[in-house]
């Protein structure tokens, strides 16, 4: 990507000189972390819920929310490190400037930029304790992105996945939620998956599937603004299909269970990835109609 390395965004929350643990007994989780875990947990075949300790980790019914890490702390980092803190930090403007702009057009709604908060290890979060063991993600009760940048280097080497537009989509598909949370789309799934349980893997696929596409479409903006490099797109869908729930359990457990897909397949994510990429309209990113 042509991007000029600069300063750090205004919302990006960096707690990497925190190690985000917190005393106790455990932390209480609310619903939307429950959700997270629970996709991980049968996705990757590892019991998440296990890495909170304390007999309360997973209560669906608890409600606490507890203090982030204090601010100001020094944070020691690389050269390589502090780059990528400033991509970081320019995908994350760039991706909130061009939904400012998309989402009052499109759906009469403006829009609310999200924070990412860059971690190192363990933090807590609106919706539990976040770890790195749990790949980046987007907590709606606190409307954060949570990434430690250690991801990326798993990125790379086991999925196969390099380059630093593999790397936008990470965070602007993190995003996508964002935006599904600012529509109600979250909500409207998290009932759904209330009232129909055999149905929650089903729809945490669409859920997953129409946030790719809406990373598409801030990829779309991005090719309008002559911004990509060539080979930039091949990074994207590359990392779309590196983390398809086909390939994962293949490489997990030698099998494939498509009843148990919590994300999509390879092929689903790059498919509408690349709908959202040359349409450029979130309205055609609706997974819920197919």
Known sequence: MRWTPGGESSNVEDRRGSSGMMGGGGMRFGLGGTIVLLVLSVVFHRNFFALLGGDNAADPNAN??????????????????????????????????????????????QYQDAHLVLFRNATPTA??????????????????????????DELQRRFGAPGDFAQAYVITHELGHHVQNLLGISDKVTEAMRANP?????????????????????????????????????????????????????????????????????????????????????????????
């Open 64 to 109: 606490g929310v507890v203090a982030a890490p204090a601010a100001g702390t020094v944070v020691k980092e690389t050269p390589e490190e502090h780059k990528l803190v400033q991509f970081v930090s320019f995908v994350l403007d760039d991706a909130q400037q061009t939904w400012a702009k998309i989402l009052p057009k499109s759906y009469n709604t």
């Open 198 to 290: 055999d149905r929650a893997n089903a729809l945490s696929v669409k859920l997953e599937l129409q946030a790719d596409c809406f990373a598409g479409v801030w990829g779309h903006d991005t090719e309008q603004r002559r911004i990509l490099d060539q080979g930039d797109v091949d990074e994207a869908l590359g990392a779309a299909a590196a983390v398809g729930d086909d390939r994962i359990q293949r490489s997990q457990t030698g099998r494939i269970n498509v009843d148990s897909f919590t994300h999509g397949s390879a092929a689903q994510r790059t498919q509408w990835f690349k709908r959202g990429l040359e349409n450029g309209d979130p309205k055609a990113c609706d997974t819920f109609a197919q």
């Open 127 to 152: 919706c539990g304790t976040g770890r790195e063991a749990m790949g980046p993600f987007y907590c709606p009760r606190d409307g954060k992105v949570y990434i430690d940048l250690a991801f990326y």
